[in-house]
């Protein structure tokens, strides 16, 4: 995977997501940054280290119609990658890591 450092190099990472169909199998073993997605608007996002999968089964209090998830090795710093979509578009189940540093991105 090429280097991702910029907001725009993130973002450009974020429109090539995959949707999370409803046939789950082969994600058992898929780790990266998924996005919990509620009327077109990003909700929670999380990481995985190891499966996509059962992080987002255990997310079964958010509401949320769309899943999308960017699959990333542990080595490509998932932990940094999630702070900065977090930052990027504050959403509102993620309460912890808002430093608002990229708020006027998401307008």
């Known amino acids: 995977m090429k280097e991702v450092s910029t907001i725009k190099d ?6 090539k997501a995959k ?3 409803y046939d789950h199998s082969g994600l058992q073993d898929k780790n990266g940054i998924y996005f919990l997605i509620k ?3 990003i909700v929670y996002i999380g990481m995985s280290k190891w499966s996509i999968k059962k992080r987002v089964e255990q997310h079964y209090n958010k509401d949320y119609d769309i899943v999308k998830y960017i699959e990333l090795n542990y080595k490509d710093n998932i932990k940094l990658a999630e702070y900065v979509y ?5 959403p509102i189940y993620n309460k912890q890591n808002k430093n608002y540093e990229y708020q006027q991105l998401n307008k």
Do not use: E, T
């Open 86 to 90: 977090i930052n990027i578009f504050n």
């Open 19 to 21: 949707n999370l169909k």
């Open 39 to 41: 009327k077109n608007k």
């Open 10 to 15: 993130y973002m450009d990472l974020y429109k």
